[in-house]
């Protein structure tokens, strides 16, 4: 996470690459824990590279199936071993395929700015 030096009021924030090998970390064992697992990623600023002190990591994760609501998914999942905060939104491999033929502007974003890790 990140940290303060000592005796300074600087504030040291995880970079680009940091935050990016950490979530291939994370994503490759999440993979081998999870068989649902079919699709793990991040998009916003970390994909843009236009992060900055106090970025968030935004997650994306496609699951063959789910029984839990789409809004308690993300609960099962161990975030605290990203170098940053994170968000992580779940969705089964359906709702993805909906998602992605409705064409909103944040489903286009997502299939353009997405990094896949799994």
Known sequence: MPGRLLNSS?????DRVTVDASARSW???EAKRRPELCRLGYFG???RGDWGVGSDLDLVAVVNASERA???????????RLPVPAELLVYTRSEWS???RAGTRFA?????????LV
Request: proline share 3%; charged share 25%.
């Open 108 to 116: 286009r974003m997502l299939q353009r700015e997405t990094v896949w």
């Open 98 to 100: 909906d998602f992605a």
């Open 27 to 29: 994503a490759a064992a």
């Open 70 to 80: 789409f809004e308690n998914r993300a609960a099962a999942f161990d975030l605290s």
């Open 45 to 47: 600023s970390y994909a």
């Open 10 to 14: 600087v504030l040291r924030w995880p």
